[in-house]
């Protein structure tokens, strides 16, 4: 089975801290990804990797960065915290030109005091 | 763009009861549909998908017929139980959009003994 790791299920952090999410795949997944999910928004697209140093915005990178320095893992850094980037943050990983069957984290619950 | 809209939730039914998940879409392309589900406490997996008019997507006792006439994926299932007690997100992957997959806001079931 495919296995997509998230280094923490809950993160309370104060404003204008700097922030790591770490994701970390065990399947050779090509393309990783991170979402936000906020209740009646559904799943919102920050950034997406299709290979080890590649970086592609999604819907709402503003904020974010991230960093992809091995194939299996896919960091997402929030330079300086604010309260409006409390949520709940899923990394996904898929194979290939196969982006839409994606393998989800169990996601990382983040609170910005 | 792209988007989905799915019937806003909690949904809250009997066991044994009948499931109607409403799910609607609008792309520019010829998009592929999915439903995924999110166990509590667990990232979203993959449950169905349909990739052209007409299909049909099955699994775990659901279904959902990928209607083009009324851009429609609406997910359904004759006896719940209350382990699909779960949040029920539709989407879409778009060729036209880079493959990425679209969510709707996600819709909560609660399936009660």
């Known amino acids: 089975d495919v296995k997509v790791t998230q280094s923490s299920r809950y993160l309370v952090k104060r404003t204008g801290e700097k922030v790591f999410l770490e994701c970390v795949q065990d399947?050779?997944?090509?393309?990783m990804f991170w979402y936000r999910q906020d209740p009646g928004l559904g799943l919102r697209l920050i950034y997406f990797?299709?290979?080890?140093?590649?970086?592609e915005k999604g819907d709402i990178p503003e904020g974010y960065s991230v960093s992809r320095e091995k194939k299996e893992r896919f960091s997402l850094i929030l330079e300086s915290a604010s309260t409006n980037q409390t949520s709940m943050y899923l990394c996904?990983?898929?194979?290939?030109?196969?982006?839409?069957?994606?393998?989800f984290g169990p996601g990382t619950r983040l609170t910005v005091t | 763009g792209d988007s989905v809209t799915q019937m806003e939730g909690p949904v809250t039914l009997s066991e044994e009861a009948f499931l109607t998940i409403n799910c609607t879409y609008t792309?520019?392309?010829?998009?592929?549909l999915f439903w995924y589900v999110q166990y509590p406490g667990e990232g979203l997996q993959l449950l169905l998908k349909?990739?052209?008019?007409?299909d049909k997507g099955s699994n775990k006792g659901f279904e959902a017929t990928y209607r083009k006439e009324t851009t429609s994926f609406h997910l359904e299932k004759g006896s719940v139980q209350v382990s699909d007690s779960a949040v029920y997100f539709c989407?879409?992957?778009?060729?036209?959009?880079?493959?990425?997959?679209?969510f709707g806001g996600g819709t909560r079931l609660m399936v009660k003994p």
């Open positions: 989407a879409l992957s778009d060729n036209n959009a880079g493959n990425m997959l679209t």
């Open positions: 990797s299709y290979d080890v140093k590649m970086k």
């Open positions: 349909a990739t052209k008019a007409d």
């Open positions: 792309a520019t392309g010829y998009p592929s």
């Open positions: 996904a990983s898929s194979w290939g030109q196969a982006t839409y069957e994606q393998y």
């Open positions: 399947m050779d997944h090509e393309n």
